[in-house]
């Protein structure tokens, strides 16, 4: 079964700290992708990757900025904090085929004060 | 971006009734998917749309794409308790191998 794993189930910090959320899947696939989930909009994605060091913008980039040193880790940095920054963050993985399914983390709920 | 709207944004139901949540997009699609999220959980893929027309059964589950390729629907009959979740669309555009468009999703509240 493949696994994605992410650091931290729930996360508390204050407005403008440096925060890193970090993802890590183990069935080898190439693409991976980090998503904010907010009550009445759905899935938002915020930044994918599709090889390791490659990285596209996606929908709402603005305030993040992601790494991917290794196939399998994908972290995601706010690099200072803002309350509206508060959401669910959800990691995903997918084999760079056209036609396939996103597997998904358990998801980091963040709150920033 | 490309935007994806799901209706109904919340449904409740007796036990035993049927449930439809329906996905528009405004351009037309390469495929579409579709997820569960239970309370408390992640989106777990459901099912994968391809060819216009399409139509998918998983036991109480029907999924069609339309003829289109702008819509699609996820009908479940005769609900049970088990549904309970939020259901999303998740739509890929022709030339965006990878990138899913996430609709809004439906949240399903059912009671005995």
């Known amino acids: 079964d493949v696994k994605v794993t992410q650091s931290s189930r729930y996360l508390v910090k204050r407005t403008g700290e440096k925060v890193f959320l970090e993802c890590v899947q183990d069935?080898?696939?190439?693409?991976m992708f980090w998503y904010r989930q907010d009550p009445g909009l759905g899935l938002r994605l915020i930044y994918f990757s599709y090889d390791v060091k490659m990285k596209e913008k996606g929908d709402i980039p603005e305030g993040y900025s992601v790494s991917r040193e290794k196939k399998e880790r994908f972290s995601l940095i706010l690099e200072s904090a803002s309350t509206n920054q508060t959401s669910m963050y959800l990691c995903a993985s997918s084999l760079p085929v056209t036609y396939n399914e996103q597997f998904f983390g358990p998801g980091t709920r963040l709150t920033v004060l | 971006g490309q935007q994806v709207m799901q209706i109904p944004q919340y449904q409740h139901v007796q036990e035993g009734e049927d449930f439809t949540t329906y996905c528009n997009s405004s351009?037309?699609?390469?495929?579409i998917q579709w997820y569960k999220q239970r309370p408390g959980g992640h989106p777990v893929f459901l099912i994968q749309l391809v060819k216009s027309g399409e139509v998918k059964k998983q036991k109480r589950l029907t999924f069609q794409f339309g003829e289109a390729k702008k819509n699609s629907s996820l009908h479940i009959t005769a609900t049970q308790t088990t549904d309970v979740g939020t259901y999303f669309c998740?739509?890929?555009?022709?030339?965006?191998?990878?990138?899913?468009?996430f609709g809004t999703g439906t949240r399903l509240q059912v009671t005995l």
């Open positions: 069935m080898d696939h190439e693409n």
């Open positions: 351009t037309t699609l390469s495929n």
């Open positions: 998740a739509a890929r555009n022709t030339g965006t191998a990878s990138k899913l468009t």
